[in-house]
């Protein structure tokens, strides 16, 4: 069975700070990633998606980067945190032949 | 850009009534449609989807797509508490391959009474 794990589980974090969120996979080999952020109740909004290791697609500029270091890995960043980036930040995934994406459990991000 | 947009955007019903949520899209060339239950701090997860016009019955959950009206719905026979959650519809130009990209609806908030 797969399993979607995300880290930190929450984060409290000072404006201007770097940030790190993590990604893991496991069970299911090659599959389509995505990062997600929903405002506090809000709709969710797609950030970056990613179909292959080392290739990563930017769909919202928000002053974020996401990179894909292994097959089942997803890392969000920022070198500098905004007010803004307070939220839920979800991880999904997907196979090639299939719609459906399945969530991770999440990271809440509060930026004091 | 295709757009999502939910209605009501909250709801509050009693148990064992019926409970309707609409969704619309924007773009006719749109093949997967699904919608989405989120518990508070939780992940969403999918409830139901459909690929074509029509109806879907799962259990107490029925989904039904009209794309000539862009249109489709989530009806729960027999709410229950346990069902009180956020509601997110979802859908996709493509349902295979590539980023086939979800846009979400804004939401509809459910409570159920007992």
């Known amino acids: 069975a797969q399993t979607i794990h995300q880290w930190p589980v929450a984060e409290i974090k000072a404006v201007g700070s770097p940030l790190s969120l993590g990604c893991t996979i496991k069970?299911?080999?090659?599959?389509?990633l995505y990062w997600y952020w929903q405002a506090t109740g809000g709709t969710l909004q797609q950030l970056f998606y990613?179909?292959?290791?080392?290739?990563v697609e930017s769909v919202v500029q928000l002053n974020l980067s996401a990179s894909r270091p292994k097959d089942d890995q997803f890392i969000l960043s920022t070198e500098k945190l905004l007010l803004s980036h307070s939220g839920f930040y979800l991880c999904?995934?997907?196979?090639?032949?299939?719609?459906?994406?399945?969530f991770g459990p999440g990271t809440r991000l509060t930026v004091l | 850009q295709q757009k999502v947009q939910q209605s009501p955007e909250s709801l509050i019903v009693p148990e064992g009534a019926m409970t309707s949520l609409n969704c619309t899209f924007s773009?006719?060339?749109?093949?997967?449609f699904a919608w989405y239950r989120q518990h508070s701090g939780k992940a969403p997860k999918a409830l139901m989807s459909?690929?074509?016009?029509g109806e879907k019955e799962e259990g107490r959950f029925t989904i039904h797509l009209n794309k000539a009206s862009l249109h489709f719905s989530l009806h729960i026979r027999d709410s229950q508490p346990s069902d009180s959650a956020l509601y997110l519809c979802?859908?996709?130009?493509?349902?295979?391959?590539?980023?086939?990209?979800?846009?979400f609806g804004q939401g509809t908030v459910l409570s159920v009474i007992p």
């Open positions: 999904a995934w997907r196979t090639q032949n299939y719609a459906e994406q399945f």
């Open positions: 069970g299911k080999s090659s599959p389509n």
């Open positions: 990613s179909i292959t290791v080392g290739q």
């Open positions: 773009d006719s060339a749109s093949q997967y």
């Open positions: 459909i690929f074509s016009n």
């Open positions: 979802a859908v996709s130009l493509r349902a295979t391959g590539g980023n086939n990209k979800l846009t």
